[in-house]
Nanobody, 115 residues
Framework: QVQLVESGGGLVQAGGSLRLSCAAS????????MGWYRQAPGKQRELVAR???????VYADSVKGRFTISRDNAKNTVYLQMNSLKPEDTAVYYC?????????WGQGTLVTVSL
């Protein structure tokens, strides 16, 4: 079954940390650029970070220096380590996989950062 399954979201206080995971199945993982996007209430979905199969990373300016994206090709999993979280990071976070064949989205995981 082709799917992306996110986990690791939750409620955290400002300044805290969370690690999101996205497990992929049914795809050739190391042929995909993997990404994390987020969508806050009333806002458009936006790129948070992405990582190519070769390990090249791109980050949104708003998360540079606080978030780190990584991938484990042996486990078909991509991670997003989020440190120094701010209330404005509150959103549903979505995993994304892009290859020459298709684009996939996960179901999303909610991250809530309280003051």
């Amino acid at each position: 079954q082709v799917q992306l399954v996110e986990s690791g979201g939750g409620l955290v206080q400002a300044g805290g940390s969370l690690r999101l995971s996205c497990a992929a199945s049914g795809i050739t993982f190391n042929s995909n650029t993997m990404g994390w996007y987020r969508q806050a209430p009333g806002k458009q979905r936006e790129l948070v970070a992405r990582i190519t199969s070769g390990g090249y990373t791109v980050y949104a300016d708003s998360v540079k220096g606080r978030f780190t994206i990584s991938r484990d090709n042996a486990k078909n999993t991509v991670y997003l380590q989020m440190n120094s979280l701010k209330p404005e990071d509150t959103a549903v976070y979505y995993c994304n996989a892009v290859s020459v064949l298709r684009q996939l989205w996960g179901q999303g995981t909610l991250v809530t950062v309280s003051l």
